[in-house]
């Protein structure tokens, strides 16, 4: 995106999150809230523009919304007012003191989904998961510690990417996305495939272990789905969504998935950023797993 871009991209935002604040509070002040929707309004236009903005092959639609600096005015400011809006209710909400929790107006989750994502009980389930998903990790990466074509210059990651943004005069590119195309070209330009395949390796081993240890299990599943959504978005199917929905699930329970694990010990010590565990506050917490 050209200068040009970026500044109509900062108008927009700026736009965006004035309305957004007008909605909310019905006078612009600038405090914590405004800000936040000035970098949601940012974000929305930007991508908006850039990731939507031609549209894709229907170049019917894309000459609606005219182009200025590299900037698609109709789904850049269509971008920036969605996201903008999408957080225009909750904020109300908080401001006006209305009850946030669906739980309160009579919706609660059922028991299966309390069981899975908050019982300790389904930590033998989990077990099974993690040890199945740490295990595709770990040989993968291993696989590859051995391959000199991935730790010898990375000419095997650097031949993935050649593959991966070739476009076949017939049939579908492997790549769908023309913004994930470009990214894994600049990459290729810079000669980044030397580091970047010893970052993946590391990675895959480190996810491996911490799903078969139960470590920071959350944290580990996140990035596996990560590295799945990359591989898919890349054009490589293979085990990825079965791999990216347990990695999702895993996250969903990370409070429980690593009980049968050191997150039993880990977790009540660390706690969360929201929910700080004994070693940050000094005490035990009052209802921990030990």
Known sequence: MEPLGYIITVIVAATAAVLGQRLIARQVTLDRQFGYLLVLGFLGGWGGSRLFGPLGPIESLSKVGPSIGGFYLLTGILGALILVLAAVYPLRQAAQRQPTDVAAIGIRDPQLAHWLF???????????????????????????????????????????????????????????????????????????????????????????????????????????????????????????????????????????????????????????????GRLFRGQAPANGYA
């Open 118 to 276: 908050n019982d300790t009980r389904s930590a033998p389930l989990w077990l099974g998961v993690r040890l199945y998903l740490g295990y595709q990790w770990l040989e993968a990466g291993w696989h590859k510690l051995e391959e000199p074509g991935w730790t010898q210059g990375g000419t095997a990651l650097k031949g993935f990417w050649e593959r991966a943004i070739a476009i076949p005069e017939q049939g579908r590119p492997p790549i769908v996305y023309g913004w994930y195309r470009d990214f894994i070209q600049f990459m290729l330009d810079q000669g980044w495939y030397g580091w970047f395949a010893w970052l993946v390796i590391g990675g895959e081993i480190l996810v491996g272990l911490g799903l078969i240890v139960g470590g920071l299990v959350g944290i580990a599943a996140f990035f596996g789905a990560i590295m799945n959504l990359n591989f898919m978005l890349a054009g490589t199917a293979s085990t990825n969504p079965v791999l990216f929905s347990l990695g999702i699930l895993l996250i969903l329970a990370w409070k429980v998935a690593g009980y049968w694990g050191i997150d039993r010990y880990l977790l009540p010590a660390l706690g969360a950023p929201w929910s700080p």
